[in-house]
């Protein structure tokens, strides 16, 4: 059975002080890893897909990478709007749908 | 602007009535999906479609049912024999390639009074 964690549960930072998130996945036949933003009350936005072990992508403070059992989104001199549930999610080599991890909670304090 | 409409964004729902909850898109993709969104836990299955007329059934499907007659709508009927249907509902498409990520809509907040 595919299966997504991630960690921590929450996380408080300092305005500017960097640090990174964990997801761990289990799937047979990964095809895509994916980062999601989402802000209370809205629907997840799309940040980053990662297709194989070893691949990186940067936007902005963010930046994603991949082993071939987890991801992390590393996030650097964050700022307060940088404050949201960060979601990993993946899909497996023969489905149509994605496993949702259960998001870390990120705060960024000024 | 291409998107995923949901609506309504707040809905209430009385002991033993059923309700619909509303998703159209733009995008001209050919899979769509709805989960479900409780405190602390990731999305939930519960419904997607790769093409209309046809839809398989997620994880937690029970007490849900959904229509494809059209390509840019996937509505979701909440029935009463989902004992448990307070949530955040939400609503995403994908061109339907393997591999490609999922867009969402800004979700309908269910509320049993």
């Known amino acids: 059975e595919d299966q997504v964690t991630q960690s921590p549960e929450a996380l408080r930072l300092q305005e500017g002080e960097s640090s990174s998130l964990n997801c761990s996945y289990t799937?047979?036949?990964?095809?895509?890893l994916f980062w999601y933003r989402q802000d209370p009350g809205k629907g997840p936005e799309f940040l980053f897909t990662?297709?194989?072990a070893g691949e990186e992508k940067e936007k902005e403070r963010l930046k994603a990478t991949l082993t071939k059992k987890e991801s992390f989104l590393h996030i650097t001199a964050p700022k307060p709007e940088d404050s949201a549930t960060y979601l990993c999610?993946?899909?497996?080599?023969?489905?149509?749908?994605?496993?949702f991890g259960p998001g870390t909670r990120l705060s960024v304090l000024p | 602007d291409g998107g995923i409409t949901q609506s309504p964004k707040y809905l209430f729902r009385k002991e033993g009535q059923n309700v619909t909850l509303s998703c159209e898109q733009n995008?001209?993709?050919?899979?769509m999906y709805w989960y479900r969104q409780d405190p602390g836990q990731g999305l939930r299955l519960i419904y997607y479609?790769?093409?209309?007329?046809?839809?398989q059934k997620g994880d937690i499907a029970e007490g849900y049912s959904v229509s494809r007659e059209k390509k840019e709508s996937f509505p979701l009927t909440v029935t009463s024999a989902q004992k448990n249907p307070t949530a955040f509902y939400l609503c995403?498409?994908?061109?339907?390639?393997?591999?490609?990520?999922?867009?969402f809509g800004q979700g309908t907040r269910l509320t049993v009074v």
């Open positions: 479609s790769q093409i209309v007329n046809d839809f």
């Open positions: 995403a498409s994908t061109p339907g390639q393997r591999g490609t990520e999922a867009f």
């Open positions: 990662l297709y194989s």
């Open positions: 999610a993946v899909q497996a080599g023969n489905g149509q749908n994605f496993v």
């Open positions: 995008l001209n993709h050919d899979a």
């Open positions: 799937v047979s036949g990964l095809r895509g």
